[in-house]
């Protein structure tokens, strides 16, 4: 009996969390899920679950700060009402991360699908946008995303950083400056 107990407590742990991804992931004002929607969903994980134990997880939800709205007219359904980013706000950074020179194709990328889960499917496809900005290359080197984050680091720690810097000769070739001696400075600010 004991045991019993035991998974049924933990397959409404388990309930909680599912109605809460299924409604992040899926839902916003245009695109609510009803209540028969979360029912399929949890019976395609295993778990049964009747209308009210499901209005109860709502409202441990909303009690712990998800805006869970239920809309009455066509669709109908409950869907999460606001999110720490408004879509506007989403595609503004989407664009930034496009059109900054210092971040590689891939790593825009990867920053742009970390940015897509801020928002519900539906609205992470208008993510997917297209920015053109005239003789702006982006770099192919990864290390100058996290050598960015260094410098910003030891300008808020106030430490010094230490580096060989590089240019270019006439003929296109990368030469050390100052014989590849070091560098030590204390950066105040990055442009």
């Known amino acids: 009996m004991k045991g019993n107990i035991m998974a049924r407590s ?3 742990k388990k309930k909680i969390l599912l109605v809460m991804k299924e ?3 899926k839902t916003d004002e245009s695109h609510p899920l009803s209540m028969t929607d979360l ?3 949890l019976s395609n994980n295993g778990i049964s679950a009747e209308r009210k134990s ?3 997880d709502i409202e441990v939800l ?3 700060g998800i805006d869970i709205e239920n809309k009455r007219e066509k669709p109908a359904g409950y869907y999460v009402a606001s999110r720490d980013f408004e879509l506007p706000e989403l595609k503004l950074l989407v664009d930034a991360v496009q059109c900054t020179r210092f971040i590689t194709k891939k790593k825009s ?3 742009i699908k970390k940015l897509e889960n801020l928002a519900s499917k539906s609205e992470a496809a208008q993510l997917q946008r297209q920015v053109f900005v005239v003789n702006r290359n982006k770099t192919k080197n990864e290390n100058i995303y996290y050598n960015v984050d260094k410098i910003h680091t030891a300008i808020s ?3 010094k950083v ?3 810097y590089y240019e270019w000769t006439v003929a296109k070739e990368m030469r050390l400056r100052r014989e590849g001696m070091f560098y030590e400075i204390s950066p105040w600010a990055l442009t």
């Open 23 to 25: 409604l992040l992931e």
């Open 10 to 12: 933990s397959m409404q």
């Open 162 to 164: 230490r580096f060989q």
């Open 39 to 41: 029912i399929f969903m």
């Open 62 to 64: 909303r009690d712990f």
């Open 54 to 56: 499901i209005y109860h």
């Open 157 to 159: 720690e106030n430490a």
């Open 109 to 111: 990328e990867e920053l």
